[in-house]
């Protein structure tokens, strides 16, 4: 365990900036607000912090349009506040891991502006231009995640540009060498400041076809791709031409050579392909590669440890040297007590979900607010911010349900956040979910979190070692972890009421101290587990 990355087995913080907490009272979370809640932040007992999009940006897609990839937007604060970031984060034992966007860029950054200008510039090539076709038509038939056609026409070119998402974040042409050179020097700069790692954003989306092939119909009972509705027209295709080409592995090869020259930093892909667990798989392969990748295949609406189950072991089966990460809510899916909890969600489910998520063989991503067990917070129509969710309103709300600001306190009216009226509106449902009401509550989820994240860390079985299923049903999922000599069985009931599941071993058991779990209660091959309930016991 000396030698094995610090990353191996970590627990990464998820923080949404605009959304931990407002230094300033301007009704938005910034960088000084992230340090002013570092010692909560260590409290939890995760090993680093993902922080997601802070860089100079024109905000329409919320920071992952980036305008200038070595500048702080304003609103987030200054350079110097996030070297005091690093710094302090550093002093607690915390990495800092930062998002790196870097397949497209904002139609304000200064490379497009002057790219579009002309088809003989020195950036004339840096995006991805095509004529029309005959009839003046898109050059194909790829479409945009956020809605219709892929391609936006530039009249001063008389040319399209290819945009995978919104039409103002226009996608680099990797093709070109030059844009590559230039994009590792975007990142090796963040490197020299002191960041630990990148989650390197839609990095599928780096290469595109160069012959610009029409992508192929996705039949209709297979339009459920994962990230992607089965309401959205993008789901309507399979998407072999415009992203996951096999160009991007050559690619993330250099970006590795990178980052091997900044010992103990590291790379989280986010994968979203047509067959995500295979292109996790791919894309982690070897020593050359990213270090750790996840997808969405976690993220989906029903839960169900069968699915849990099926995901992990054809992962598993198809993984080799390539480390997991695995997460159940983020930034972009509805909160998963919503997803998962229908309603009225119990809070034991809450605490069964954590244990669960930090039981699983891999690296962890964790969103805040899910130590607290947040809902979905209920955005009317005139209080949207996220473009996406304008579009496809009312089919879809968008993502802003699930990026409302932190409850600190539960009397303020503001929530603690801010001072000023917030960016999005936090819910009452969320104020009685507040820091300040969970703090002193010994049975609370925020504590029941912290008790098993700081057991978990005196775990090698759960950190470093291999997972094995032994049952699983709609209601429940059983797996055994171990490492060297010890095993350790972690059983998880999702359901309301007590469970009794047939294991395929007559296992003897011992009860573990420290970690907030249920009695063991055994009968041959069988064992009993309460309502909303965690075993986890030791193999004798």
Same mark, same amino acid.
């Given at each position: ?35 002013? =809640? ?5 409290? &939890? ?8 999009? !802070?860089? =100079? ?27 005091? &970031? ?99 020097? +975007? ?12 989650? /390197? ?51 993330? +090869? ?13 790379? /989280? ?12 798989? +791919? ?31 054809? /992962?598993?089966?198809? #993984? ?28 034991? &489910? ?21 130590? /607290? ?35 600190? $306190? ?72 171990? !490492?060297?000599?010890?095993? #350790? ?33 055994? +009968? ?9 309930? $965690?075993?986890?016991?030791?193999? &004798?």
């Amino acid at each position: 365990m000396t030698t094995t990355p610090w990353w191996r087995g970590a627990v990464v913080y998820q923080v949404y900036p605009r959304s931990m907490m407002d230094a300033n009272n301007d009704g938005i979370g910034d960088i000084l607000g992230i340090i002013s =809640k570092l010692d909560y932040i260590a409290s &939890l007992g995760v090993d680093a912090i993902w922080v997601s999009p !802070f860089f =100079k940006s024109p905000m329409k897609d919320f920071g992952y349009d980036i305008s200038d990839y070595r500048d702080i937007d304003p609103i987030f604060g200054t350079l110097a506040d996030f070297d005091e &970031l690093i710094a302090k984060a550093h002093a607690r034992g915390i990495k800092i891991i930062i998002d790196q966007v870097l397949s497209h860029t904002s139609d304000q950054h200064a490379w497009f502006m002057e790219s579009r200008e002309s088809r003989d510039n020195a950036k004339a090539d840096w995006y991805v231009w095509a004529d029309p076709q005959p009839d003046g038509t898109p050059p194909n038939n790829w479409l945009a995640i956020f809605g219709g056609s892929a391609w936006e026409w530039e009249p001063r070119r008389c040319q399209y540009y290819l945009h995978n998402f919104l039409k103002t974040q226009p996608d680099l042409n990797y093709h070109c060498p030059q844009v590559q050179q230039q994009i590792l020097s +975007e990142v090796e700069f963040w490197l020299k400041r002191g960041v630990d790692g990148l989650r /390197l954003d839609a990095i599928i989306f780096c290469f595109h076809d160069q012959l610009l092939r029409n992508n192929p119909a996705k039949p209709e009972e297979e339009r459920r791709g994962r990230g992607f509705r089965e309401d959205n027209p993008y789901a309507f295709q399979r998407h072999v031409y415009d992203c996951d080409r096999p160009e991007n592995l050559q690619f993330l +090869e250099a970006l590795r050579k990178l980052m091997d020259r900044y010992p103990g930093t590291v790379t /989280l892909g986010e994968i979203a392909s047509e067959d995500s667990l295979k292109t996790m798989a +791919e894309y982690t392969a070897g020593t050359s590669r990213l270090h750790m990748a996840y997808s969405f295949e976690l993220l989906v609406d029903q839960l169900s440890g069968t699915y849990i189950r099926e995901t992990i072991e054809t /992962l598993e089966k198809n #993984l080799s040297e390539g480390w997991p990460c695995w997460s159940i809510g983020n930034h972009d899916v509805v909160r998963v007590m919503s997803r998962w909890g229908g309603i009225n969600p119990s809070p034991q &489910l809450a605490k069964t979900l954590n244990a669960m998520l930090m039981s699983l063989r891999g690296s962890i991503c964790s969103y805040q607010g899910e130590e /607290l067990g947040l809902v979905e917070a209920d955005i009317q129509q005139h209080e949207l911010q996220d473009p996406y969710g304008i579009t496809f309103w009312p089919r879809f709300k968008g993502r802003d349900g699930c990026r409302t600001p932190m409850p600190w $306190t539960h009397q303020e009216n503001h929530a603690g956040f801010s001072h000023a009226k917030t960016w999005l509106p936090i819910p009452s449902a969320h104020k009685e979910c507040a820091v300040s009401l969970q703090e002193n509550d010994s049975g609370s989820i925020l504590n029941a979190y912290r008790k098993f994240m700081h057991w978990r860390k005196q775990q090698p079985c759960l950190r470093f070692g291999d997972i094995e299923f032994v049952a699983a049903a709609d209601e429940y999922v059983v797996f055994i972890r171990s !490492f060297g000599s010890e095993k #350790l069985l972690c059983a998880f009931n999702f359901s309301a009421s007590a469970q009794v599941i047939s294991l395929d071993a007559n296992y003897r058991l011992e009860k573990t101290e420290g970690h907030g779990c249920d009695s063991v209660s055994t +009968e041959g091959k069988v064992l009993s587990v309460s309502a909303y309930s $965690t075993v986890i016991a030791r193999v &004798l």
